[in-house]
């Protein structure tokens, strides 16, 4: 089982850096892949970034250059740092954290809103 808990969501003008943190209730270094997803309004829930135990980096084409995806294995916390925020970049981003042993498994966060504030 893993808890996770965001936050740092809040209001951004269009341009401006936001950070959001993950806090997992065990080692994330015991978990597959960890990623930040997000779901706008109106609009199907998609990835953003992810961060395999390795500390391998995937990120959406959207947000390459911009985002950057970390981990702070002392902390049990995983972040996302965004810069140059687009305003129809709004939306409800959720943390995850994918197990696959004994089976593929999902667990999500409850999710941190970010706005456009312009």
């Known amino acids: 089982q893993v808890q996770l808990v965001e936050s740092g969501g809040g209001l951004v003008q269009a341009g401006g850096s936001l950070r959001l943190s993950c806090a997992a209730s065990?080692?994330?270094?015991?978990?597959?892949?960890m990623g930040w997803y997000r779901q706008a309004p109106g609009k199907q829930r998609e990835l953003v970034a992810t961060?395999?135990?390795?500390?391998?980096?995937n990120y959406a084409d959207s947000v390459k250059g911009r985002f950057t995806i970390s981990r702070d294995k002392a902390k049990n916390t995983v972040y996302r740092q965004m810069n140059s925020l687009e305003s129809e970049e709004t939306a409800v981003y959720y943390c995850?954290?994918?197990?696959?042993?004994?089976?593929?498994?999902?667990?999500w966060g409850q999710g941190t809103q970010v706005t456009d504030s312009s």
């Open positions: 995850n954290a994918r197990v696959v042993l004994p089976r593929v498994y999902d667990y």
């Open positions: 065990r080692n994330i270094f015991s978990i597959n892949v």
């Open positions: 961060i395999t135990g390795y500390g391998t980096t």
